[in-house]
């Protein structure tokens, strides 16, 4: 298998990046960036001198990498290397830490072996390439959520504690938001923004008062909405599932079995 090298812009966050790179030959050269990079490594090894070190990176490893460090990059025996880089303007990460920490600077260089982090950025690097099929919701909870991880278990920045629930008034403008746009793709910041909040505490208190993400709690009202509808009239589901902001018939079917145990058509 030849080397490959791939780059796509995220139509869901704007000024996102992802690479994604399966090297055995091809080396990078000494370099440096004018963004911020997180990499991950999926499988195999690299090898790489930063800050005059050689260091090896193996499968789960995370790399949190500055504007301006200068580095290279290579497979470290010869050997396929698969990696994964969101790159992100200076600006918007800085603004994200700052949001989650409450404190504001830049963020420095950190190596670390986190082999379920790194699973789930892996996961979110192709959830973020599913385009016009993701959901904003869980895209962008899911994207706050890892890097507060990042950020806490690297010592850059301590997520800002986050106290209480969310108001009954507050509540009520969220369900009332929802339920008049289920087929629409609703966004965290669309949700905060009711809530007269910032993103990350909006998470936060959500999911105290709820027991449950943003996103697993507008899935659930679309499946019970569905349920009303299904119950009412015998539509057809397909119609049944945009209706609901579903995107296709199987998405529908695998949501709907995995909550209720049955095949919409069995309902």
Request: aromatic share 8%; with cysteine.
């Amino acid at each position: 298998m030849k080397d490959q090298v791939q780059y796509s812009r995220s139509h869901q966050l704007p000024g996102l990046v992802l690479g994604e790179a399966r090297l055995a030959k091809f080396r990078f050269k000494r370099h440096f960036h004018l963004d911020y990079h997180i990499g991950v490594i999926t499988e195999g090894v690299q090898r790489q001198v930063l800050h005059g070190e050689n260091m090896v990176l193996t499968p789960g490893t995370i790399q949190l990498m500055p504007p301006g460090e200068m580095h290279d990059g290579f497979s470290a025996d010869d050997g396929f290397y698969t990696l994964k880089t969101f790159r992100v303007a200076p600006e918007i990460l800085n603004g994200l830490a700052q949001e989650i920490s409450g404190s504001g600077g830049q963020l420095g260089d950190v190596v670390l072996l986190d082999p379920a982090a790194a699973y789930r950025l892996s996961r979110l690097h192709a959830a973020f390439q599913d385009g016009e099929t993701a959901s904003p919701l869980q895209l962008q909870a899911d994207w706050l959520t890892l890097l507060e991880h990042l950020l806490s278990r690297t010592r850059l920045r301590t997520p800002e504690m986050v106290h209480g629930e969310l108001s009954a008034s507050q509540r009520t403008r969220v369900r009332e938001y929802c339920e008049a746009r289920l087929a629409d793709k609703l966004s965290l910041d669309e949700l905060a923004a009711l809530c007269g909040i910032e993103r990350f505490k909006f998470l936060k208190l959500f999911k105290r008062t709820t027991g449950m993400t943003p996103h697993a709690w507008l899935v659930r009202l679309r499946l019970e909405r569905a349920c009303t509808l299904m119950t009412a009239a015998r539509q057809d589901l397909t119609q049944v599932a945009h209706a609901v902001g579903f995107y296709d018939q199987s998405h529908f079917n695998r949501a709907f079995r995995s909550a209720y145990g049955v095949a919409p058509s069995q309902y």
